[in-house]
């Protein structure tokens, strides 16, 4: 059975290891209480560094950089961003280009860190991480505390193949810049076939593997020759039995969306019955969407709500199954008072405009507070699936 297995969710500061059979299906969000978690690992309590990136490579699951914290520091003081948080007699400055790794083959042992004996070629805050082509590729992302200078290189890759790391161009977005200074933070990225596109404050950059060179698309994604779900920010996912079929978050709800095969304008169906977001919040995460099979998906949204006495943290999950309507069916009448530029807006689209072409079956959906996580804000950073039978990488 599909969705038989571990979600892997990772905030700056935790490791959450949820065993999607336990979840239970609540039909109020008032039920709310602890998530299921077969392990919460904290890196800050036991020794590793802070933000730092993760990927899955065969069976073990990798983590990468971050930035290493004085020890003794309140749960207060770590979400407050400062340079004297950090312990700059370590790495770069407190900046980590040491490699971890953990095997995923026994539940007991996936929050069980060993050092590797390879590095990055440098340190790297909340690194970037992709798996492209057979090769991965690092890039420094937003810190929590460091503020001076990019170590550089900023970007690097490694190939397995040759066991070797090779320094790559640095972003444009931080040439020349201070680190520290919000408008060249990379905020987002997307990858899209052999191109990593990211954001940063209000401008996209692209980075094209053949060319090995970064790109300044400019302050428009409408300028951009990829549809904008594509693009950094939406964190959709495609459905791995359907290549065409991309699930991903509105401001307030979930969609699909269908890439024709004669590249015509995409069709989009709102999956109303899977997640829809009426709550008072003071924060809403821009949510990740998990392939847990061939045709089910798992979403998972955090948020900060709030309520008569202040605020609570909570995280909604959903698994659902995916299938494709009869393709002997008559083709559903596109819909063409919907752009899809229009989903990313703050305006939810009437869902009675949108067109069929998939079945949806809910299978659990659930509601779970993070009251225990103190200070810091469960925001995601990253998330992965992992069946005993099969690694999905998803990042």
């Known amino acids: ?26 039909d109020s969000p008032g039920n709310e209480f602890p998530a299921p978690a077969v392990q919460m690992f904290d890196f800050v309590e036991k020794g590793f560094p802070l933000g730092a990136g993760f990927f899955i490579w065969g069976s073990k699951l990798y983590m990468v950089g971050g930035e290493k914290t ?61 798996e492209i082509d057979g090769k991965v590729y690092f890039l420094s992302g937003p810190p929590s505390h460091y503020k001076y200078l990019l170590p550089v290189p900023a970007f690097e890759v490694y190939d397995p193949s040759l066991d070797r790391f090779e320094a790559l161009p640095t972003p444009l977005c931080y040439v020349m810049h201070p680190y520290d200074d919000p408008d060249y933070n990379i905020r987002d990225h997307s990858v899209v076939g052999t191109t990593i596109y990211v954001r940063a404050g209000d401008q996209y950059y692209s980075y094209s593997i053949s060319d090995r060179k970064w790109y300044c698309l400019g302050n428009s994604a409408d300028e951009i020759p990829v549809p904008n779900c594509l693009l950094p920010g939406n964190n959709g996912k495609f459905v791995p039995a359907y290549k065409d079929v991309l699930i991903c978050f509105s401001q307030d709800g979930l969609f699909a969306v269908l890439f024709p095969p004669n590249g015509g304008s995409p069709l989009i169906q709102c999956l109303d019955e899977v997640y829809i977001d009426d709550d008072m919040v003071l924060w809403r995460g821009v949510g990740v969407v998990v392939a847990i099979g061939e045709n089910e998906m798992c979403i998972i949204r955090p948020k900060v709500l709030e309520i008569k006495n202040g605020m609570k943290n909570r995280i909604d999950f959903v698994t659902f199954r995916v299938e494709k309507l009869n393709s002997s069916a008559p083709a559903p ?42 200070y810091e804000v469960p925001q995601i950073r990253s998330a992965f699936f992992h069946s005993c039978q099969k690694n999905i990488f998803m990042h």
């Open 333 to 374: 009448a596109p819909a063409p008072t919907i752009e899809i530029e229009e989903i990313y807006d703050s305006a939810p689209v009437d869902s009675d405009n949108s067109v069929p072409f998939l079945s949806v079956t809910c299978i659990r959906r659930a509601f779970y507070n993070f009251d225990e996580w103190g």
């Open 70 to 130: 004085r020890a003794g520091l309140s749960e207060k003081e770590l979400a407050s961003s400062s340079t004297a948080n950090l312990d700059e007699l370590f790495g770069t400055r407190g900046l980590s280009k040491k490699i971890f790794f953990s095997d995923l083959t026994k539940k007991d042992s996936i929050t069980e860190f060993q050092e590797h004996s390879r590095t990055m070629r440098e340190a790297k805050s909340s690194p970037i991480i992709e």
């Open 1 to 26: 059975m599909e969705g038989q297995g571990v979600l892997l969710l990772m905030t700056t500061q935790r490791l959450l290891v949820v065993d999607l059979v336990k979840l239970e299906n609540l």
